[in-house]
C-alpha cells in the first residue's frame, strides 16, 4: 500500500491506498513525535508500505519525513497537490494527503527529501542567521549614511572620506557630551547605529569561524573551485542538500538553480530562449558572485569575455552564459553521499 499525509502546523491528516488507488482510510495525527509514531503505526496496519508521499517535507513535513526514512520507509517528496484534482474533486487536508498519496504511487512524484540531519542541514542553520545579520548590517550601515548626508556641516565632516570599517569604529568611540539640541540627538543615535554594526559584525565573524570547518569537511573540492570561497560554497551545497545524487545531472541542476535558458521562440523567432527567473535564487545569486569574481580577477575568463564583447555580446548575455558554464563546474565538485 502507499501512504499520503497532509502536513500542517499542528496536525497531520494521513491516508492509506491499495495498490490500485482505492481509499482503506484516513486519519488525523498530532504534529509531535508521538504522533508520527502513531500515524506510521497506522500505515503498518494496512499491510507493507511501498512508499509514502508527504508534502512540506523542508517544512511541517521535516520531523515526519525524518522518523520515516529513519524507520526504513521510502519517503517520496510531494511539491503540492495536483490542480486538476484540486478542481474536479474541491480542496480539503484529505483530498491533498490523496493527492500526495497517487503522486507518490504514479512516480509522478519521485523527489527524495532533503535529509536534514547531516552537514548540510547544519549550514543552511547557520546561513538563516548569516543572511539575517549581514542584511540588518546593511541597513544599519545606510541609516548612519542617511543621518550623516542630513547632519550639520560640523558633524559630516568628521565622518568625511571614512569607509565603512573606520565609519562604524568612529561613531561606536563617540562620547557625545548632553545638550538639548540636534547635534547631541544626531551623534548619540550615530554612536547607537555604529555599536549595532560593529556587534552585528561580531556576530557575522562568529557564524563563519562556526560555518568554516563543516564546509571545508564536507565539500573541500567545490571549495576550491575558482571564486566559491565561503559563502558561495555553503550556498550551493545548501541548495543541493544532503543527497546531491537526486539531482540527475547538470542539466537538472543548472534548471534547479535558474540558469537553464527556456525556449521563448515560435515560427520566425524558433529557437530564441529567455532568461529563466525561476529555481533557487539564493543558488543563482552565488552564481552570480561567482561569475564577477571570475570576471574580475580570472584570466581565462577575462579573455572569453573580451572575446565576446569584440563579437558585439553585451555584460548581461555573458553573464548569463557563464553562469551556466560555472554551474557546469560546481555539479562536477558537489560532495556525493557515496564517496
Not at 540527475?248 to 535558474?258: P, Q, T
Request: hydrophobic letters at 40%; proline letters at 4%; aromatic letters at 6%.
Amino acid at each position: 500500500m502507499t501512504g499520503g499525509v497532509d502536513t500542517h502546523a499542528d496536525v497531520h491528516v494521513a491516508v492509506a491506498l491499495d495498490e490500485l488507488g482505492a481509499l482503506l482510510g484516513t486519519a488525523e495525527f498530532a504534529r509531535t513525535p508521538e504522533g508520527y509514531a502513531a500515524l506510521l503505526g497506522w500505515l503498518d496496519g494496512f499491510g507493507p508500505v511501498a512508499k509514502i508521499g508527504i508534502e512540506g517535507t523542508g517544512s511541517y513535513g521535516a520531523g515526519l519525513a525524518r522518523t520515516a526514512a529513519a524507520q526504513g520507509m521510502t519517503v517520496v517528496e510531494v511539491d503540492c497537490p495536483n490542480r486538476q484534482d484540486r478542481y474536479r474533486f474541491g480542496k480539503s487536508d484529505t483530498v491533498d494527503a490523496v493527492s500526495a498519496a497517487r503522486a507518490a504511487q504514479s512516480g509522478h512524484a519521485a523527489g527524495l527529501p532533503k535529509g536534514g540531519t547531516g552537514p548540510v542541514e547544519s549550514m543552511r542553520v547557520i546561513m538563516v542567521a548569516k543572511r539575517s545579520a549581514s542584511a540588518q548590517r546593511v541597513r544599519t550601515i545606510n541609516q548612519m549614511r542617511h543621518l550623516i548626508f542630513a547632519a550639520p556641516d560640523t558633524i559630516r565632516g568628521r565622518f568625511y572620506g571614512l569607509n565603512i570599517y573606520h565609519l562604524t569604529r568612529v561613531a561606536a568611540a563617540m562620547r557625545p557630551r548632553p545638550a538639548d539640541d540636534v547635534d547631541y540627538v544626531t551623534l548619540y543615535t550615530l554612536r547607537e547605529l555604529g555599536r549595532r554594526a560593529r556587534l552585528l559584525d561580531g556576530e557575522i565573524d562568529r557564524l563563519d569561524a562556526l560555518l568554516k570547518p563543516i564546509v571545508t569537511a564536507h565539500a573541500p573540492a567545490l571549495l576550491n573551485v575558482f571564486g566559491c570561497g565561503l559563502l558561495n560554497t555553503a550556498t550551493l551545497c545548501v541548495a543541493a542538500g544532503d543527497h546531491p545524487e537526486r539531482i540527475r545531472n547538470e542539466a537538472a541542476w543548472a534548471n534547479m538553480c535558474g540558469v537553464a535558458p527556456i525556449a521563448a521562440g515560435s515560427g520566425k523567432t524558433n529557437g530564441r530562449v529567455r532568461l529563466n527567473r525561476g529555481g533557487n535564487r539564493q543558488a543563482n545569486s552565488a552564481l552570480h558572485r561567482i561569475v564577477l569574481v571570475r570576471m574580475g580577477h580570472h584570466e581565462p575568463t577575462k579573455t572569453y569575455v573580451a572575446r565576446r564583447r569584440a563579437e558585439g555580446r553585451n555584460n548581461l548575455e555573458i553573464m548569463r552564459t557563464l553562469k551556466r558554464y560555472v554551474a557546469r563546474e560546481t555539479f562536477k565538485h558537489l560532495p556525493r553521499s557515496t564517496d
